[in-house]
C-alpha cells in the first residue's frame, strides 16, 4: 500500500520563476492538503482540495495555487518566486476533508530553493 | 487567533531518561489535539491525538493529556531509547476547521 508520494524530492529556482509541485495521495484517500515547513518552523497550512476544489485556504497570497485531479493527486503552482519561497513543501492526504475525524498521512516533501 | 507554543529544544536525554516536551495551546471553540514525530529523512507522522478534554493519548509508550483547565497537551515517555530521536511537533485543529495549527517543534536527541 503505497503512502503519500511528493515529486521532486529537490528543486532549485530563481526569484521570479513559477514552479509546479505535485502530491499522490495515499491508496483510497481523496482529500490533499498543503503545507510549508521553513526551516526550523512547524508547517504552514496552505490549502485544502476535496472533490476538485479548494476548500479551505490559509494565509497565503494569490501567487499559491492548486489543483486536484479526478484521481485526487494534485499540484502546488507558485508563481512569481520570492526568496522566502525557499522551504519544504508538505503534502498530506485523508479520506475526507475533516481532520479531526480523519487522521492526515505525510508525504516526505518537496525540498524548494529559491535563489 | 488560534495557535500552539512548544517547549524550545533541543532537548538531549540518555536513554531510559524520563520525557516531558510541554505544549501549551490557544485556540477558538474547542480544539482536538495532537502530538506528530518526524523522524530524520522521513515525514510527518501522527504519534497519538486526544478530541476532548481529560482524554488521553497514547502510542509507542508515549502519552499526552488533554488539559483544558491548563490548556495543555505535555508530551511525555518514561523511559526513551535512542530510536525516539526525533522532531516532535504539538498541533490542533478547532471544530469546523479542515487546517492543523502546528508549533515550531522540539528537537530530541537520546544518547546511548
Known amino acids: 500500500d503505497a503512502g503519500v508520494t511528493q515529486s521532486p524530492t529537490h528543486l532549485i529556482k530563481t526569484r521570479g520563476q513559477q514552479v509546479t509541485l505535485r502530491c499522490s495521495p495515499k491508496?483510497?484517500?481523496?482529500?490533499v492538503s498543503w503545507y510549508q515547513q521553513a526551516l526550523g518552523q512547524g508547517p504552514q497550512f496552505i490549502f485544502q482540495?476535496?472533490?476538485?476544489?479548494?476548500?479551505q485556504r490559509g494565509n497565503f497570497p494569490d501567487r499559491f495555487s492548486g489543483h486536484q485531479f479526478p484521481n485526487y493527486s494534485s499540484e502546488l503552482n507558485v508563481n512569481a518566486l520570492l526568496l522566502g519561497d525557499s522551504a519544504l513543501y508538505l503534502c498530506?492526504?485523508?479520506?475526507?476533508?475533516?481532520?479531526?475525524?480523519?487522521?492526515?498521512?505525510f508525504g516526505p516533501g518537496t525540498r524548494l530553493t529559491v535563489l | 487567533g488560534d495557535s500552539v507554543t512548544q517547549m524550545e529544544g533541543p532537548v538531549t536525554l540518555s536513554e531510559e531518561a524520563f520525557l516531558t516536551i510541554n505544549c501549551t495551546y490557544t485556540a477558538t471553540g474547542y480544539p482536538s489535539l495532537f502530538w506528530y514525530v518526524q523522524y530524520p529523512g522521513e515525514g510527518l507522522q501522527l504519534l497519538l491525538k486526544?478530541?476532548?478534554?481529560?482524554d488521553k493519548g497514547s502510542n509507542k509508550g508515549f502519552e499526552a493529556t488533554y488539559r483544558k483547565e491548563t490548556t495543555s497537551f505535555h508530551l511525555e515517555k518514561g523511559s526513551v531509547q535512542v530510536s525516539d530521536s526525533a522532531v516532535y511537533f504539538c498541533a490542533l485543529i478547532v471544530t469546523g476547521a479542515n487546517n492543523l495549527f502546528f508549533g515550531t517543534g522540539t528537537r530530541l536527541t537520546v544518547i546511548p
Open positions: 482540495y476535496y472533490e476538485e476544489e479548494e476548500r
Open positions: 498530506a492526504s485523508s479520506l475526507g476533508p475533516g481532520l479531526a475525524i480523519n487522521t492526515q498521512y
Open positions: 491508496s483510497g484517500h481523496d482529500t
Open positions: 486526544a478530541t476532548k478534554a481529560d
